[in-house]
């Protein structure tokens, strides 16, 4: 395979992957976009695969390749039919981490036998160039992985180690910490950079790891959307910078789509929960969800039924769903359209609110809807719906909390300022909630107690079902 073909190659998967990231920009396009994205991964792959293998020269390198392949798609393959949707945030986790410790093999490969990749001639040293790019890499790499490994124990939620808890974790003295950390980490790129010392390079990527970890841990569940999203974006960067060093323009071109787009996904998710940009990337945004944990009132609510609620929806013109975390972990989603359904046959106008960081990872109400097959016109944005609320009959929020949460509009909340969908200004309000405990966020919820909210409590899934059969 010569070098104008693989290129030309690396071109055409270039051009599927924007094309996939513009085809994910919207659900109606989002199977199209994921269709460019598995062509140009394999294209990708399999270029990449022959290129290792001519530059092998054996046919240990064509074994070689074949069982990484074997081993790497055999899991993937087994994850994608296992995973459940509420696990999907975990599952993206865990790909970020994976990405990142590529990045720390690759770059410590090419640090150990540089002529293997084609950098430098045997015995010559690495050029001053490629040696920055590979330690910023592995540095950003390092970080990726073990950030994503403690999101990953957070967003899972059924580990005993603290470090893995959703409360933040903090210690006096943390962010001195992290700021000698990441001094050290620069003058260890810096003087790998002149030296090429195989230590300053072990002690980047350790710095790394305890900066990764240093910089999730003390980020509230609350925060895990944009955690998620940030290190999508860190895992870009990881691959871009290996690239330069490669001479790779696949990797440069795919790492920089990552990277940007995570940056911009982040920025998005920020303006969404009111955080600040540089904050979040410095990870020093994390104590704000645990300060806002209070001590819960005893106070009186409104509850009802399924049949109360159906009573309500059936003798209304326009309802709005608000679907949240709840609705993912009771798989209720199906129940909820098959509702959405009979209520539209009724002559009701129904429509779903998304908020940008509902759920544990961005867009995973629009994933679960999708799964239910919930037509694309009756899903709308923050907003581009919150100007309706005041109009609409009823709205029915279902497992969501700090989203609807009108605290968000009161001085003093730990969530003051964060955008939110204004249930609360519906005529009729029904919530539905396992139970009064609280949100990520540690908050009570005024919309609980307001006299036209009714609570309905009980798993997502039984309690919409049991809407559905009373809707006459």
């Known amino acids: 395979m010569s070098m104008n073909l693989v290129v030309f190659l690396y071109l055409v998967a270039s051009v599927c992957f924007i094309q996939a990231l513009k085809g994910l920009s919207h659900p109606a396009t989002s199977l199209r976009g994921n269709a460019f994205g598995m062509v140009g991964m394999s294209i990708a792959v399999l270029t990449t695969s022959a290129l290792i293998i001519k530059l092998a020269g054996s046919g240990t390198g064509l074994a070689w390749v074949l069982l990484g392949l074997l081993i790497g798609g055999g899991a993937g393959t087994v994850m994608a039919q296992r995973v459940e949707m509420t696990k999907m945030p975990e599952v993206v986790a865990f790909m970020h981490s994976m990405i990142g410790l590529a990045a720390v093999f690759i770059a410590a490969a090419a640090v150990v036998e540089p002529w293997a990749f084609q950098i430098t001639a045997k015995g010559s040293q690495i050029p001053a160039g490629n040696r920055f790019e590979l330690a910023l890499g592995a540095f950003i790499g390092a970080v990726t992985f073990s950030g994503s490994v403690i999101a990953f124990g957070k967003?899972?939620?059924?580990?005993?180690?603290?470090?893995?808890?959703?409360?933040?974790?903090?210690?006096?003295?943390?962010?001195?910490?992290?700021?000698?950390?990441?001094?050290?980490?620069?003058?260890?790129?810096?003087?790998?950079?002149?030296?090429?010392?195989?230590?300053?390079?072990?002690?980047?990527?350790?710095?790394?790891?305890?900066?990764?970890?240093?910089?999730?841990?003390?980020?509230?569940?609350?925060?895990?959307?944009?955690?998620?999203?940030?290190?999508?974006?860190?895992?870009?960067?990881?691959?871009?910078?290996?690239?330069?060093?490669l001479n790779n323009s696949m990797l440069i071109i795919a790492g920089s789509l990552v990277g940007s787009s995570g940056a911009i996904l982040s920025y998005i998710m920020c303006k969404a929960m009111n955080r600040s940009f540089f904050n979040v990337i410095l990870g020093g945004f994390g104590g704000a969800a645990g300060a806002g944990q209070v001590a819960q009132q005893q106070r009186s609510v409104k509850s009802g039924s399924p049949d109360d609620a159906a009573f309500i929806l059936g003798n209304v013109e326009t309802v709005v769903i608000v679907p949240g975390y709840g609705l993912a972990v009771a798989r209720a989603q199906h129940a909820v359209k098959e509702l959405a359904e009979k209520l539209t046959h009724k002559g009701v106008t129904v429509k779903y609110a998304i908020h940008p960081v509902a759920g544990r990872m961005p867009g995973?109400?629009?994933?679960?809807?999708?799964?239910?097959?919930?037509?694309?016109?009756?899903?709308?944005?923050?907003?581009?719906?919150?100007?309706?609320?005041?109009?609409?009959?009823?709205?029915?929020?279902?497992?969501?909390?700090?989203?609807?949460?009108?605290?968000?509009?009161?001085?003093?909340?730990?969530?003051?300022?964060?955008?939110?969908?204004?249930?609360?200004?519906?005529?009729?309000?029904?919530?539905?909630?396992?139970?009064?405990?609280?949100?990520?966020?540690?908050?009570?919820?005024?919309?609980?107690?307001?006299?036209?909210?009714?609570?309905?409590?009980?798993?997502?899934k039984k309690v919409v079902e049991e809407m559905v059969k009373a809707v006459e």
């Open 155 to 245: 967003l899972s939620g059924k580990y005993k180690f603290r470090l893995f808890q959703g409360a933040p974790v903090t210690f006096s003295g943390q962010h001195q910490l992290n700021a000698v950390l990441g001094l050290a980490s620069v003058f260890c790129v810096l003087s790998f950079w002149h030296s090429q010392s195989p230590v300053d390079f072990a002690l980047v990527c350790t710095l790394g790891f305890a900066m990764g970890v240093l910089i999730i841990i003390p980020i509230g569940g609350a925060d895990m959307p944009v955690v998620v999203s940030m290190l999508n974006s860190y895992s870009g960067w990881a691959a871009a910078g290996i690239g330069f060093s």
């Open 364 to 460: 995973h109400m629009n994933v679960l809807l999708a799964e239910a097959e919930v037509p694309y016109d009756q899903v709308f944005e923050m907003e581009d719906i919150n100007g309706e609320f005041g109009q609409v009959d009823a709205a029915i929020i279902l497992g969501a909390n700090d989203v609807v949460n009108p605290a968000a509009l009161q001085k003093g909340s730990s969530i003051y300022g964060m955008p939110i969908l204004e249930a609360y200004k519906a005529k009729t309000v029904i919530v539905n909630k396992r139970s009064m405990a609280a949100g990520y966020a540690g908050l009570d919820n005024e919309l609980f107690y307001m006299d036209k909210t009714m609570m309905v409590f009980g798993d997502a």
